[in-house]
């Protein structure tokens, strides 16, 4: 029986960026299915007790800088620090991805190039034509950003977040498999070692 791993993230998390590739490359080694989660961070941290970048205490904030530019160097890929868009409202974006879900597109490539956009190429993902480029990029139908303005996306992206809070998951990415939490892309490796060694998952 294949395995699955539930994946909640946001397009405006750069930790989500930085992990989305590896990550992917993960599962497919793995043969392991991935349910793609969008859900909105700001409610998420809300409900389960963080705070807003711009709330954080100055150290903090500091050393988010000096981990993004580890990680930039680690896994190999330009980032830009503080691009010109961000922050934003990510839920059309995010709901972008649940639309083409709903339609069965593979939301893999279509989160990537988003998440690409925000953190590389500078573009302005809370902008309805840039999104639609991307769409016409991908080869997507135009239609789907209307779909993502539905009432049905918005109903499934509460649901990610009901389903992200009754899994324990308080940020993006985090990667559940077996109803064992690994949050954060610096865990990739540790998802990596319970698919190989095929343990039962840890519990608090």
């Given at each position: 029986m294949s395995r699955s791993i539930d994946y909640y993230f946001s397009v405006v998390s750069p930790w989500a960026f930085i992990g989305h590739a590896p990550f992917l490359a993960l599962?497919?080694?793995?043969?392991?299915?991935?349910?793609?989660?969008?859900?909105?961070?700001g409610d998420l941290f809300a409900e389960t007790g963080g705070l807003p970048l711009a709330k954080r205490?100055?150290?903090?904030?500091?050393?988010?800088?000096?981990?993004?530019?580890?990680?930039?160097e680690a896994r190999g890929i330009e980032l830009n620090i503080k691009p010109a868009h961000w922050p934003f409202d990510p839920k059309p974006?995010?709901?972008?991805?649940?639309?083409?879900?709903?339609?069965?597109?593979d939301v893999g490539p279509l989160a990537e190039r988003m998440m690409s956009g925000v953190w590389q190429r500078e573009e302005n993902l809370a902008d309805p034509a840039t999104l639609a480029a991307v769409l016409a990029e991908l080869g997507l139908p135009a239609a789907l950003l209307e779909a993502a303005a539905q009432d049905r996306t918005?109903?499934?992206?509460q649901a990610n977040h009901d389903a992200a809070i009754e899994a324990d998951v308080f940020g993006s990415p985090a990667y559940v498999l077996d109803g064992e939490v690994f949050?954060?892309?610096?865990?990739?490796?540790?998802?990596?070692?319970?698919?190989t060694s095929g343990r039962a998952p840890f519990t608090p």
């Open positions: 599962a497919g080694r793995h043969g392991v299915r991935v349910n793609f989660l969008p859900v909105q961070l205490h100055p150290a903090r904030q500091r050393y988010r800088l000096l981990e993004l530019k580890r990680w930039r974006a995010d709901r972008l991805i649940i639309a083409a879900q709903i339609d069965g597109y918005a109903t499934i992206y949050w954060g892309q610096d865990r990739i490796e540790l998802l990596d070692g319970a698919l």
